[in-house]
């Protein structure tokens, strides 16, 4: 397919991708300012490349009639979590916001993959306004603990060095790996409330400096 006819294609998800960078961000900001703690550490966004759109299609049989419909995370967020607790928050944070309507949820915390991944996935409906008027378009919201990040991005580096033949020896010390991050989000999660305390206050340092 022609390069034009990508941009075409890709152009909504990547106004998708900055709005909704824009709107979580401010999120953040606006807990920021009013001294509560907020459940979200940090927000990435990306458009599929087009290579991986096409392998994907490849492996899951997908026409392009069916492209945008079957190809559910042409645009992907992540939202990264301190703790464990705060996924659920997220979550409820997504269900109800009205400039989306989610379509399914996966649950890849509670049923770890295989791979020893997890993460909270969510595809939802959302609206964009283009020249040609208002297009729905299909978002995937990622939403995992910093330490589940740190699992997932080092695991994912790996797969791609491996292209998938990944040697057992290190798919195993991987799978030991997970089972450290889940030790490691609850020892977290024990001390959660102090470490909010300790932000709090520090938070309140900060604000009463900027006022001065
Ligand atoms: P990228 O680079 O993030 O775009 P699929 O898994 O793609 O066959 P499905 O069912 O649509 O099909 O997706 P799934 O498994 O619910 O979620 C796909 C995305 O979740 C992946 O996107 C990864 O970002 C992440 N993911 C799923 N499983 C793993 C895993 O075992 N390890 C890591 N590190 N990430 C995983 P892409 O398209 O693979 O890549």
Redesign the pocket.
């Known amino acids: 397919m022609e390069i034009q006819l990508w941009r075409e294609i890709l152009n909504p998800y990547e106004l998708a991708v900055k709005e909704l960078t824009v709107k979580f961000n401010h999120l953040i900001k606006e807990h920021r300012q009013l001294d509560i703690y907020c459940p979200i550490e940090q927000v990435t966004g ?1 458009v ?1 490349s087009i290579n ?1 759109i096409l392998e ?1 299609m490849q ?2 049989n997908i026409t392009w009639g069916n492209m945008e419909v079957q190809v ?2 042409i645009a ?1 967020m992540r939202i990264i979590c301190q703790f464990y607790e705060d996924i659920e928050k997220v979550v409820e944070i997504i269900r109800n916001r009205s400039d989306m309507a989610v379509k399914y949820e ?1 649950d ?1 915390i509670t049923h770890m ?1 295989e ?3 997890r ?1 909270y ?1 969510m595809i939802v409906y959302y609206n964009v306004e283009t020249f040609q008027g208002t297009k729905q378009i299909q978002v ?1 919201f ?1 939403i995992r603990t910093l330490a589940m990040n740190f699992w ?2 080092i ?2 580096s790996l ?1 791609y060095k491996y292209k998938g033949n990944m040697p057992e020896h290190l798919t195993q010390r991987l799978s030991k790996a997970a089972d450290a991050i889940i030790a490691l989000d609850r020892e977290m999660s024990s001390v959660r409330s102090e470490v909010m305390d300790a932000q709090n206050s520090s938070q309140m340092q900060a604000n009463l400096v900027a006022d001065i």
Do not use: I, L, N, P
Request: aromatic share 8%; charged share 45%.
């Open positions: 990306r599929k991986s994907k492996r899951k559910e995370d992907g996966k890849y993959k791979s020893g991944y993460s996935h995937e990622q997932a991005t695991e994912h797969q």
